[in-house]
């Protein structure tokens, strides 16, 4: 079992920044890959990054250039950094786990980002 904690959402102003974190626990070992995730009202789940376990890192076009995805092993933390943020922004947005083996997703709680034009 992985549990994934999520925190850093919040309500900023267009043009600020936040920093997501997601704190994870369990069967930590097992995990291959990590991302972010946002929903927006009326739309689906989307990728916004993801880092797998050899530090590798992807993106949403729509982020590229403005979010980093990190992680800390020493922590078992994976963050993510959002800066120039828009109102196109706003969702809700969740930590994800894969484990290596069986490609188990899991999933945080969501937390709450809002971009105020």
């Not at 900023?12 to 995990?31: D, H, P, Y």
């Not at 927006?40 to 530090?55: C, M, T």
């Not at 922004?89 to 999933?107: E, G, L, P, S």
């Amino acid at each position: 079992q992985v549990q994934l904690a999520e925190s850093g959402g919040g309500l900023v102003q267009t043009g600020g920044s936040l920093r997501l974190s997601c704190a994870a626990s369990g069967k930590i070992f097992s995990i291959y890959l990590m991302g972010w995730y946002r929903q927006a009202p009326g739309k689906q789940r989307e990728l916004v990054a993801a880092i797998n376990s050899g530090g590798d890192t992807n993106y949403a076009d729509s982020v590229k250039g403005r979010f980093t995805i990190s992680r800390d092993n020493a922590k078992n933390m994976v963050y993510l950094q959002m800066n120039s943020l828009k109102p196109e922004d706003t969702a809700v947005y969740y930590c994800n786990a894969v484990i290596a083996t069986t490609k188990y997703n899991y999933w945080g709680q969501g937390t709450q980002v809002t971009v105020s034009s």
